[in-house]
């Protein structure tokens, strides 16, 4: 989808080069700005993409209030960069903890973990779903990636985990959120996942009823670090409106991106 150039370099370096604004050819905001025009928009630019196996990094221009359950990162907390990193079943038996995997993978991109939040997941991240929603005055934009090969529904008895496959969403604001409006896009966020994935009606590997999302999944609600934030974000605003549509139209091509991988032989996801 979008080739990484100089993906060579560390990957600290070319977050730097992001925030500098220098030319990385294919990943300029042009995309981003095109499918988000009109009306004095307020807020940053949606935070540029880029993909260098095994790694997906979004960097923000300025620091953002981010509100998630990430594997590393979670909490609530200021951020400058969303990370996702692809794996394989193979890379997390049993004996491995996951988080201190993660870590040590970042540390050797020289990133310091604490300053990122980072998913991790089986699906391929050249399969990433990039959704911008706006009205005049406000834009939502959601990164997905969508991988079912854990798909459970909601109250399935307990059982191993024996697939990396998950929905992994980033959800961007222009508006800032405080921490209620940021807790309630979330649960909207969470509320359409979950639509989709039970309309494309995809069983669970438990129980074979429709699932409603996977064992593992991880949403992470971004907006710009500022003083006076937006304290409301449910479905009577525009804002919970943007957010809603953004994330069901981004896991709704995801799941269909998906659908049509797991008909390969051998597909992770």
């Known amino acids: 989808m979008r080739p990484f150039v100089g993906a060579h370099r560390p990957l600290s370096q070319v977050h730097d080069d992001i925030?500098?604004?220098?030319?990385?050819?294919?990943?300029?905001?042009?995309?981003a700005r095109a499918e988000c025009q009109g009306g004095m928009v307020i807020g940053p630019d949606p935070a540029p993409v880029h993909h260098a196996p095994p790694?997906?990094?979004v960097a923000f221009d300025e620091p953002h209030s981010v509100?998630?359950?990430?594997?590393q990162g979670g909490g609530w907390r200021s951020v400058t960069r969303v990370l996702w990193h692809e794996v394989r079943n193979a890379d997390l038996p049993r004996s491995v903890d996951p988080r201190e995997y993660l870590r040590q993978k970042l540390e050797a991109q020289g990133f310091e973990p604490e300053e990122s939040l980072s998913f991790m997941t089986s699906a391929p991240l050249d399969?990433?779903?990039d959704i911008v929603q706006q009205t005049d005055t406000e834009w939502v934009r959601c990164i997905a990636t969508v991988g079912l090969s854990n798909a459970l529904r909601i109250g399935d008895p307990t059982s191993p985990i024996t697939s990396a496959g998950t929905i992994n969403l980033l959800i961007q604001t222009s508006r800032p959120l405080g921490f209620s409006a940021s807790l309630e896009a979330l649960s909207l966020a969470a509320e359409a996942r979950t639509l989709v994935v039970f309309?494309?009606?995809?069983?669970?590997?438990?129980?074979?009823?429709?699932?409603?999302?996977t064992g593992t999944d991880c949403i992470a609600i971004a907006s710009p670090l500022r003083d006076e934030c937006a304290i409301y974000a449910g479905k009577h605003t525009s804002m919970g409106h943007l957010v809603g549509e953004s994330v069901r139209i981004a896991v709704a091509q995801g799941v269909e991106r998906w659908k049509r991988r797991i008909t390969s032989v051998d597909t992770p996801g």
């Open 19 to 31: 925030l500098a604004r220098r030319d990385l050819g294919p990943f300029s905001l042009t995309r």
């Open 55 to 57: 790694w997906l990094v």
């Open 67 to 71: 509100l998630s359950w990430a594997i």
């Open 127 to 129: 399969e990433y779903c």
């Open 199 to 213: 309309e494309a009606a995809v069983p669970s590997i438990v129980t074979g009823r429709i699932a409603t999302g």
